[in-house]
């Protein structure tokens, strides 16, 4: 196995890392689904992906893949918490649960998304 070190952000947007290394930065199967294979070969061949404690997952809204803001805790993302209430029932929480557990590094690590057509935030949640 060829060990990589530097990876021009060019050549990820072009596709050509995806095809000189023969590989993926997402696992398809772990991406929310959508009409469109044309986007899920974009996320999985030239999309830069993000590092989780257990399966990363992409998600989707207005029929696309959200854009990967960054790794949060409570504290980053109290102010719009009214907006992830969906996804936390997703995972069996509730507000005040998420309030007291939720800390970025922590043992209940978020994972912030964002819509890139309505700017709706989404999140994923995962347990070390």
């Known amino acids: 196995m060829e060990e990589v070190e530097d990876i021009c952000p060019w050549c990820i947007e072009n596709g050509r890392v995806a095809n000189k290394y023969d590989g993926d930065f997402q696992d398809a199967n772990s991406c929310e689904e959508i009409p469109s294979d044309e986007k899920l070969d974009e996320l999985i061949h030239r999309t830069p992906g993000y590092s989780g404690w257990q399966q990363e997952q992409w998600l989707t809204h207005c029929e696309d893949y959200c854009?990967?803001?960054?790794?949060?805790?409570?504290?980053?993302?109290?102010?719009?918490?009214?907006?992830?209430?969906?996804?936390?029932?997703?995972?069996?929480?509730?507000?005040?649960?998420?309030?007291?557990?939720?800390?970025?590094?922590?043992?209940?690590?978020?994972?912030?998304?964002?819509?890139?057509?309505c700017k709706k935030h989404r999140i994923h949640i995962d347990c070390d």
């Open 67 to 117: 854009a990967f803001v960054g790794y949060v805790g409570w504290e980053e993302i109290k102010d719009i918490a009214n907006e992830l209430i969906e996804d936390f029932n997703r995972f069996g929480f509730d507000l005040k649960e998420i309030q007291g557990s939720l800390k970025n590094n922590g043992h209940l690590q978020g994972y912030l998304f964002q819509c890139n057509t």
